[in-house]
């Protein structure tokens, strides 16, 4: 295939990316790092980026966004910013890091590694668990019931990545790095880097990083498989941002989705995703209280 300019430009703009997010937060000034809508503003600044390269450089005319995705993708957005971002620190991290202080737990070894150093050590703590938190969805029914709605998605795009079912949004969010001694920028900026990572990975961009950075990195032809209709495809790549994981742990798959969505390729709505995994329970109620009616009816035609 005949690579252009344009696509070798466009191939390089997730490692460029990565390096403004690192720059920022190693040098800015310290009001700005200081500030509690530095993180969220910079998330969904990266968002709003790749959805205008979607608009630019398309990767396949069937992923074009519409009105409908659009309002879907926007909901879960400001849903996984907003109130799983609170749940995740009122059952996970707030609870961790007063039983971290209480047993006296003391990482002070961490704090003083250097900064970038740092920012690897959080990627790998979110991603290690992330990795094996999604291998369990894909492989435990209770917990697949959550994840499904995430492949039932039927295109994909800079957001999707924040597309699912709200337990599961929550479940992904849990990682162990309260547990750690760290600086805030190190945290937010490992954040906005597996943010970047991820969102080119959903996203209808035709970027196709380099060699190198598809070795570490999880990138849109990794992703689009686990969201191909191949089932066995879907039990590879799990890695939300560290592809290399698969390689470690032997799920690495190589090859791309095109036609993505679970079973039917059925879409779900908003509503239909949040009531996903209560549905087996909901079903089987129903159809035991249709059992009980139609016996009844039985009963008074008999008698
Ligand atoms: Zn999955
Ligand atoms: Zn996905």
Do not use: C
Request: proline share 5%; no cysteine; charged share 15%.
């Amino acid at each position: 295939m005949h690579i252009t300019t344009k696509d070798r430009i466009f191939n390089h703009l997730p490692p460029a990316m990565i390096a403004m997010v690192l720059a920022f937060w190693a040098f800015s000034p310290k009001t700005l790092l200081d500030s509690p809508w530095t993180l969220p503003v910079v998330s969904a600044l990266i968002v709003i980026t790749v959805l205008l390269l979607e608009q630019v450089h398309e990767r396949h005319a069937g992923w074009r966004m519409n009105r409908q995705e659009f309002v879907a993708d926007l909901f879960y957005s400001v849903l996984s910013a907003t109130v799983i971002v609170w749940v995740s620190q009122a059952v996970a991290e707030d609870p961790l890091r007063a039983a971290k202080a209480s047993l006296g737990i003391t990482t002070d070894w961490a704090m003083h590694m250097p900064w970038l150093a740092q920012v690897a050590l959080v990627i790998f703590l979110i991603e290690f668990g992330q990795y094996w938190m999604h291998r369990l969805m894909h492989n435990w029914t209770p917990f697949w019931l959550t994840h499904a709605p995430h492949h039932h998605i039927t295109q994909l795009n800079a957001a999707k990545g924040a597309v699912g079912n709200p337990i599961e949004l929550v479940l992904i969010s849990l990682s162990v790095v309260a547990l750690f001694d760290l600086r805030d920028t190190a945290i937010f900026a490992a954040i906005n880097t597996t943010g970047v990572i991820s969102v080119f990975a959903h996203a209808n961009v035709r970027s196709d990083p380099p060699r190198w950075y598809s070795f570490f990195f999880t990138t849109i032809r990794h992703h689009s498989l686990h969201h191909s209709t191949d089932y066995e495809a879907t039990r590879s790549n799990f890695g939300n941002s560290l592809i290399l994981l698969d390689r470690i742990f032997g799920t690495y798959r190589e090859g791309e989705g095109v036609i993505v969505g679970q079973g039917d390729r059925k879409r779900l709505s908003i509503w239909e995703q949040t009531m996903f995994p209560f549905q087996p329970i909901i079903d089987m109620y129903k159809a035991r209280r249709e059992k009980a009616r139609s016996g009844q009816a039985d009963g008074a035609t008999t008698a």
